[in-house]
């Protein structure tokens, strides 16, 4: 087999869809297999039936397949996404394995049902009963129970053992004895009868038959592993959905015609038409027209976005409103959905610490479990116990103990709230952030954009004595809006939406440093620092409101025409309004919540005192973040930092659990441990609520695994219960594990929906 040279970076990453496997200890076996090879680092997931291999540049995937294969199961790398099944389509019909399993359970059960009637009630059994649940039974055991014994065969040409060991060995022991009684023994002569029974108890071995147990345990088994195959399919939908969002073509602008083609087609710098009703095809920057953008798909938001000329669309919201021109800045892999969707997939295939425990646990629990059932038989055999007791005692021990709970508890879990937290825009880029969930005492608040709206918006207009406020915001506003400052343009849309539209500005010039002019309604207006007043009279009470506004640390302007200040406007970057709510929300978690911000203490305080954060850490310079998370760290905090810009990156990834504002930069959302992709500090509740509830369903499904496994093993082992039964409840126990972790799918966010409007000036 051809490998890369030794010690070469491993910077490249291979997915491979696994197929064959049955239990946890398949994928033990995978991983193993592939972890031996030079350079190569494997995570093989039973859930996701998925191997994450990283292996050095130039790695031939053929040699990753190759090893697979030689282990006895599948692999192929994944199929391009215009061969996948589109949104409508069947998913079931897609997946043979499924569909082989629906066609032996339904025959399983037409066929074994009459057999377990017939062998549990001495009133129906005929003379020569015995030989039609022979009949009935065979089948079962043969085909039905087929893939048991193939990958029992395989794993054992390998020396190896798995679930499907345990399986065939139980199953295929109770036929035989059967057929030994009925053929050699006295169980075939006519008039015999049988009575069934929990329990074990003495008897004559060759008068007895086990085709109940044998067919029983088939239909069982089949049964929990058809629920568990359709249950995983259910755990990973939110995946499957969040795919499903894109459009599928998209009107490009070629020439001046609108041409519809695939969007696989769209290249960045393309201009494409995006109509009332439809999906926007890809990231972009609106070139014409304006909008509501629903984004609810995405973000969870309910409220639609006003978008406009020059403003950033994502795809895969839908364009409520007019006609849209946009031109493509993101295509393909770079877009926020698939890096969405490529995150939740990361996070859904890596591996947990406490799932590596589960792991290795299951590796060496069948060679274990065997060796204890040839125990057990011997014990009986050695204490005086017929044959037939022994074996049946034996034959328990191997059905009740197979691990498969084991190897479902945590990939179902992270399956399922992994892709719960897509569907509320919380992506969390593995599952090891869990563990730092459970953990966390302090989270640290970046305050602009994070806390803050981190937009200029103008909170106050203050007018001179005898002036109109009307009039006052409608000059100002006008004038305003012809600059591209951002506290002009604040101005400029505060002054709309209180007036109404402005009127126009002629003679408009911008005063570097000062502020700017232009003529109103045939007046000079002036807006800006008190220097360019010249020799206007300032009123005291606009002097007063001045002062007022800078020492909540906010930025006034003042209003002068003919020769005279006619108001003061006030901008600032205001709270979100949901901010409080979230503070509120984190203190319910046990958090205790830090403002950390650059800006001067008296802002900082302003702003925690409005939110309810006691304790503020102020005019941090940006290099200096990481060094506060780091002094909170030493004092035995485990800090979270949630934060949206680059100067937030390095204290994000310092943090013991890093939340990125999904408004923010690349750069914080890289190095975050969750993205909040609504850009609401309500989703930091949720994501640290969401971790905890399934790090709490993960220890819970464990328990349960190891817990059903110590408890029913002894049982088995005394003779306490039968195989049928034993199967029943081995399967029953992955069916309950399953579903216990689709129960993450009803978690609720509590953000209640943000109000529509700004603050009122």
Not at 559 to 578: Q, Y
Request: glycine share 10%.
């Amino acid at each position: 087999m051809a490998t890369s040279p030794a010690r070469q970076p491993l910077d490249v990453g291979i997915e491979l869809e696994i197929g064959g496997m049955t239990c946890a200890s398949c994928a033990n076996r995978i991983e193993r297999k592939l972890n031996k090879l030079d350079g190569v680092s494997a995570s093989v997931n039973y859930a996701t039936e998925k191997a994450r291999v990283t292996v050095p540049e130039g790695y031939d995937p053929s040699d990753l397949v190759a090893v697979v294969e030689q282990t006895g199961y599948t692999a192929a790398l994944p199929a391009p996404p215009e061969e996948r099944a589109e949104p409508g389509e069947d998913r079931e019909a897609e997946d043979p394995e499924l569909r082989s399993l629906r066609q032996r359970l339904i025959g399983a059960a037409v066929l074994t049902i009459p057999v377990i009637v017939l062998s549990m009630v001495p009133a129906l059994q005929f003379t020569n009963w015995q030989w039609l649940v022979l009949a009935l039974a065979s089948p079962v055991v043969v085909w039905a129970a087929w893939p048991f014994h193939r990958a029992a065969a395989i794993t054992l040409r390998h020396g190896a053992a798995s679930m499907d060991t345990l399986i065939s060995v139980g199953v295929s022991a109770a036929f035989l004895w059967s057929l030994y009684a009925l053929f050699l023994g006295s169980a075939g002569m006519p008039g015999m009868t049988h009575e069934f029974s929990l329990a074990i108890g003495p008897s004559d071995g060759s008068a007895n038959i086990y085709l109940e147990v044998a067919a029983g345990v088939t239909l069982f088994i089949l049964l929990g592993r058809y629920l568990e195959k359709r249950s995983k399919r259910q755990a990973g939908a939110a995946l499957r959905a969040l795919l499903d969002m894109g459009a599928k073509d998209v009107a490009v602008l070629r020439d001046g015609a609108e041409v519809r083609v695939p969007v696989a087609e769209l290249a960045v710098g393309d201009l494409f038409v995006v109509r009332p009703g439809e999906k926007i095809a890809t990231d972009g920057i609106v070139d014409q027209g304006s909008s509501a953008v629903d984004a609810s798909m995405l973000t969870g938001e309910s409220v639609p976005v006003e978008v406009g000329e020059g403003d950033a669309v994502t795809g895969a919201t839908v364009n409520a409103g007019g006609r849209l021109v946009v031109r493509a800045t993101r295509v393909g892999a770079d877009t926020q959905l698939a890096r969405m969707a490529q995150m939740v997939e990361d996070a859904q295939s890596g591996k947990a610490e406490i799932q590596r425990l589960a792991d290795r646990v299951s590796g060496v629990f069948v060679p274990i479990v065997i060796v204890i059932a040839l125990g057990v038989l011997a014990v009986w055999l050695l204490t005086g116990h017929p044959a037939e007791a022994a074996f049946t005692a034996a034959v328990a021990v191997l059905i009740i103990a197979c691990p498969c709970a084991l190897g479902l508890a945590t990939p179902t879990a992270l399956l399922v709230g992994t892709g719960r937290g897509a569907q509320l825009g919380i992506l969390l880029k593995g599952p090891e952030v869990l563990e730092s969930t459970r953990k966390v005492d302090t989270v640290l608040l970046d305050k602009t954009g994070t806390v803050t709206t981190g937009r200029m918006t103008m909170v106050d207009a203050t007018p001179a004595t005898g002036a109109d406020r009307a009039e006052l915001l409608r000059r100002a506003g006008a004038v305003e809006n012809a600059s591209e400052h951002p506290i002009a343009q604040a101005i400029a849309k505060g002054a709309a939406e209180t007036d109404g539209p402005l009127p126009e500005v002629t003679d408009f010039e911008n005063l570097a440093g000062r502020g700017v002019r232009g003529v109103v309604e045939g007046v000079e207006v002036r807006v800006g620092r008190e220097s360019l007043l010249e020799d206007a009279t300032f009123p005291a009470e606009l002097a007063e409101a001045m002062s007022a506004a800078q020492s909540r640390g906010e930025t006034a302007v003042i209003v002068a025409w003919e020769g005279r200040a006619r108001g003061v406007l006030v901008v600032a970057d205001v709270v979100k309004p949901t901010s409080h709510e979230a503070i509120t929300q984190l203190k319910g978690l046990g958090l205790t919540p830090v403002l950390l911000t650059g800006d001067h203490r008296a802002v900082a305080e302003q702003i925690a005192a409005e939110v309810g954060i006691e304790q503020v850490i102020a005019g941090v310079l940006p290099e200096d973040k990481i060094a506060e998370v780091r002094r909170l760290q030493e004092q035995g905090k485990v800090v979270a930092m949630v934060g949206d810009g680059v100067n937030d990156a390095p204290a994000l990834a310092q943090a013991d659990l890093g939340l990125a504002m999904g408004t923010g930069t690349d750069v914080a959302i890289e190095a975050g441990d969750i993205t909040l992709v609504r850009g609401d500090l309500r989703s930091a509740a949720d994501a640290i609520r969401l971790s905890r509830r399934t790090l709490g369903t993960i220890k819970g499904n464990l328990f349960w695994a190891f817990a059903y496994n110590v408890a029913a093993i002894p049982l088995a082992a005394l003779g306490l219960l039968n195989p049928m039964l034993a199967g029943a409840a081995m399967a029953f126990s992955s069916v309950f594990v399953v579903g216990n972790s689709l129960r993450l799918r009803s978690f609720r966010s509590r953000a209640q929906d943000a109000p529509a409007t700004g603050p009122s000036v």
